[in-house]
Antibody
């Protein structure tokens, strides 16, 4: 049974780089059957897609964050990582990782429980 | 970017009520529309994909309809466990975008 789980620091200082890891279990991250995503939700606000990565390492990022975002695979640990640079208080949010079964009309099928990240000095 | 607008933003209902939530896309997305349920402090859960395909394990009181730009999520008879926030999301194009959510609470 596929599961995903976020981990990383809950507090990041302004201007620093936020780094979160998603550990995948029950499936290899190199499978062609899934792709992997990061989504965030600021307190009391709507969900925002950050970006996605495929088995090949191909990435797609939200243009609103593109200059600050990197997502990459760690195949040895079956994890994928999000890095968001130059953070501000506006980046405070619950961050979710999610898996998507590749199909014509796809969706975020499996979500992690989410991890709260606060940007504050 | 495709904007997703839900209505209403919130509604109050009683157990047993029929509830309808609307989602409108700023341009056509055919049937590339998904619905999620989120309870406080929990991750969203996929209920419906492709506008009308119920996910495995989701009760049949949930249904989805629509195509193009206008979509509806219906709960035929609201149950106590259905009080939650519901989001729509388009998977027609990148960036994937979500509606602002509809909170269903107790009347």
């Amino acid at each position: 049974q596929l599961q995903v789980q976020e981990s990383g620091p809950g507090l990041v200082k302004p201007s620093q780089t936020l780094s979160l890891t998603c550990t995948v279990s029950g499936e290899s991250i190199t499978t062609r059957n899934y792709y992997w995503s990061w989504i965030r939700q600021p307190p009391g606000k709507e969900l925002e897609w950050i970006g996605s990565i495929y088995f090949s390492g191909t990435t797609f990022y939200n243009s609103s964050l593109k200059s600050r975002v990197t997502i990459f695979l760690d195949t040895s640990r079956n994890q994928f990582t999000l890095k968001l640079s130059s953070v501000t208080a506006a980046d405070t949010a619950v961050f979710y990782c999610a898996s998507t079964l590749v199909r014509e009309i796809d969706a975020f099928d499996i979500w992690g429980q989410g991890t709260m990240v606060t940007v504050s000095s | 970017d495709i904007q997703m607008t839900q209505s209403p933003s919130s509604l109050s209902a009683s157990a047993g009520d029929r509830v309808t939530i609307s989602c409108r896309a700023s341009e056509t997305i055919r049937t590339y529309l998904n619905w999620y349920q989120q309870k406080p402090g929990k991750a969203p859960k996929l209920l419906i994909s492709g506008a009308s395909t119920l996910q495995s394990g989701v009760p049949k009181r949930f249904s989805g309809s629509g195509s193009g730009t206008d979509f509806t999520l219906t709960i035929s008879s609201l149950q106590p466990e259905d009080f939650a926030t519901y989001f729509c999301q388009q998977s027609f194009s990148t960036p994937r975008t979500f509606g602002q959510g509809t909170k269903v609470d107790v009347k």
